[in-house]
């Protein structure tokens, strides 16, 4: 984990879903269909573009314009607060939260089998909110460099570590053929809004 006297801090916890996740655990107990991804920053103001992750509002096109011209949007709840969904609407798309819901890739490396392979969505998501255009990303596990490939794919500068050899040489054939040989990730609105 970063440690908060190098100046490390934690920003989010998201939860990766999993849609197609296998069975693979028994007992009183479903099978596991997510993982945690943890975000941590260095500074007090962490680069994070949210506009770059919006998805598509669920609302009809009707009901957006209707809540645009809506000037008395900021409504007051019994409780004493209200949000201000006139404003939310002029966003161009909603915030798709914190559960990223991204299918696994299975058998996703023609060459080499790797059994804990990431799909390429997953780092889209991040790369994108997290990371500026010509920014730097580097996953210190690079497995057959997904990330890599993803992030040099969206305009970063992107480079990895793998322990084992024959991931690195996949992981090298499939950046310079900018492979990942995985379907890009669709993000969909999990929200409701
Ligand atoms: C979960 S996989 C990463 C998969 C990768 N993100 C992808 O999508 O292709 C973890 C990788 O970390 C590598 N690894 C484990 N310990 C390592 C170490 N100490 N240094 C570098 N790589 C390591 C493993 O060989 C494995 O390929």
């Not at 007992?27 to 998805?55: M, Q, W």
């Not at 089998?113 to 889209?124: D, K, V």
């Not at 790369?127 to 497995?143: E, L, M, Q, R, S």
């Not at 793998?162 to 053929?177: D, P, T, W, Y």
Request: charged share 25%; hydrophobic share 35%.
């Amino acid at each position: 984990m970063p440690s908060k006297n190098m100046g490390w801090r934690w920003v989010e916890t998201y939860i990766w879903a999993k849609p197609n996740a296998v069975p693979g655990k028994f007992g009183p107990r479903t099978k596991d269909s997510f993982e945690y991804v943890y975000h941590f920053a260095r500074g007090n103001k962490p680069f994070f573009d949210l506009n770059a992750i919006r998805v598509p509002y669920k609302a009809d096109t009707s009901e957006i314009e209707r809540r645009k011209k809506d000037t008395l949007g900021r409504r007051s709840t019994e409780a004493g607060f209200g949000r201000d969904r006139t404003k939310t609407y002029l966003l161009g798309g909603a915030d798709p939260g914190n559960v990223v819901a991204v299918a696994q890739t299975y058998n996703q490396y023609r060459g080499v089998a790797h059994t804990a392979a990431m799909p390429e969505g997953l780092a889209e998501f991040f790369i994108k909110v997290a990371c500026p255009v010509d920014g730097v990303v580097v996953d210190p596990f690079a497995g057959g460099a997904t990330t890599v490939v993803v992030g040099r794919r969206l305009g970063r500068q992107a480079g990895g570590v793998e322990l084992h050899e024959e991931f690195v040489k996949e992981g090298l054939r499939r950046i310079a053929a900018g492979l990942a040989e995985d379907t890009p990730g669709r993000l969909v609105n999990t929200m409701g809004v």
